[in-house]
């Protein structure tokens, strides 16, 4: 008897399209945002819209790409030039929060999507409040 074949999370989600998708709102959210938008050097924000795309697809088990153009991920220290308090950690997950509630996803996944976001935001965290 074969093995049931194991989903990643990526292809349960909908793959690509979807990470795409997430992305795109949510930084069409930092955008229009000026307290978060400041976090951002780049002009453009294609570049970072492509990294975080690229992360969130390998992080949850869709192609390597982002450690192949980029090496390990490291967010902590790739972070550390900016201030991250309390105030933009929540301005973070104001934006991503919209961005994964119009992915319209099942709850159990949208439960495991939003515990990594809240974790990860928590971790950025790298100024006094």
């Not at 998708?21 to 570049?47: I, K, N, S, T």
């Not at 119009?102 to 928590?122: G, I, V």
């Amino acid at each position: 008897m074969a093995e049931p074949e194991q989903v990643t999370f990526y292809e349960a989600v909908g793959g690509e399209e979807t990470f795409r998708r997430l992305v795109h709102r949510f930084y069409q959210g930092v955008a229009e945002d000026p307290d978060l938008r400041a976090l951002y050097p780049e002009e453009d924000l294609g570049p970072a819209e492509e990294r975080l795309r690229l992360f969130l697809i390998q992080y949850w088990g869709g192609p390597n790409t982002y450690s192949r153009r980029r090496g390990h991920p490291r967010l902590r220290m790739r972070h550390v030039p900016f201030v991250i308090g309390e105030a933009e950690r929540e301005a973070w997950l104001r934006h991503m929060r919209v961005a994964v509630d119009e992915l319209e996803l099942p709850e159990q996944l949208e439960k495991m999507l939003w515990d990594y976001f809240t974790m990860a935001a928590r971790s950025m965290v790298n100024a006094p409040t």
